[in-house]
């Protein structure tokens, strides 16, 4: 579960300074599925990589099942990181001198796993998503949508607790999109994890059952449990 209390971030530029997030207040728990939209340069990637200790808040806490990622050494975040938080962006971000299969791969290597284990769950992973046949494939010998995919049995071959999207189908075609959404719901039933995600396509907002809107740093939620 996610705790975050009056979460601010600042950057600074010379003289001025953007309050990308401020004042957030936000709880998340196990198992939530959370879709965060709100207009450009709203704060909705720096909430995410709050989120994920992939960055510092400037201010506030960010806790994650008790310990304040905001307060964590570099080392231990990178831990934390690696082991719970699964990661998929608008851009793939696949090696791609990599096939789909080492790509998988490279996400267990912080977790220590053998080499063995680490082909064994790799393959595991991309044929849950539908890839079992292009193991070896490399990534500009893939779609966008198959790309993804790859993307997301990356983030998820670790097991982890929470999978965070940033706009996981921005650059994928309508087809394309509701395969990756599918796969995304899927996985997240199927693994009980909690699942944020960021996104600007309105049909997908719409039937979310939980939906924060950040406006110019700062957080409202919204509970559809009408529709
Ligand atoms: N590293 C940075 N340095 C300076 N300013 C930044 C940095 N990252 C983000 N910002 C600023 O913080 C604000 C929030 O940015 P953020 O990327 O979180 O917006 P967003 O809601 O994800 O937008 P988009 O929908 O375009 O992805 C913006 O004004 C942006 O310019
Ligand atoms: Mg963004």
Redesign the pocket.
């Known amino acids: 579960m996610y705790e975050l209390r009056n979460v601010t971030k600042r950057?600074t530029?010379g003289k001025e300074t953007?309050h990308?997030l401020d004042g957030v207040d936000l709880t998340i728990p196990d198992g939530d599925r959370l879709v965060i939209q709100?207009?450009?340069?709203?704060?909705?990637?720096?909430?995410l990589q709050m989120l994920g200790g992939l960055d510092r808040p400037s201010s506030g806490e960010v806790v994650l099942d008790g310990t304040d990622l905001a307060k964590l050494s570099e080392a231990k975040l990178t831990r934390v990181r690696s082991a719970n938080i699964g990661f998929v962006f608008q851009s793939f971000n696949l090696i791609p001198t990599l096939t789909a299969q080492e790509n998988v791969e490279t996400a267990l290597v912080p977790l220590g796993a053998k080499a063995k284990e680490r082909r064994e769950r790799a393959a595991e992973a991309l044929k849950s998503v539908g890839l079992g046949e292009r193991l070896g494939h490399l990534p500009s010998e893939m779609s966008g949508g198959q790309q993804q995919r790859v993307a997301i049995a990356r983030a998820l071959v670790k097991q982890p607790k929470v999978l965070l999207a940033?706009?996981p189908t921005g650059n994928l075609d309508e087809s394309m999109r509701d395969e990756i959404m599918e796969v995304l719901e899927r996985m997240w039933k199927e693994l009980g994890l909690t699942f944020i995600m960021?996104t600007?396509d309105s049909s997908i907002a719409k039937k979310a059952p939980r939906l924060a809107t950040?406006r110019k740093?700062k957080l409202s939620v919204t509970e559809n449990t009408g529709r």
């Open positions: 950057y530029r953007v990308a709100g207009p450009t340069g709203g704060g909705k990637s720096t909430l940033d706009e960021v600007h950040i740093g």
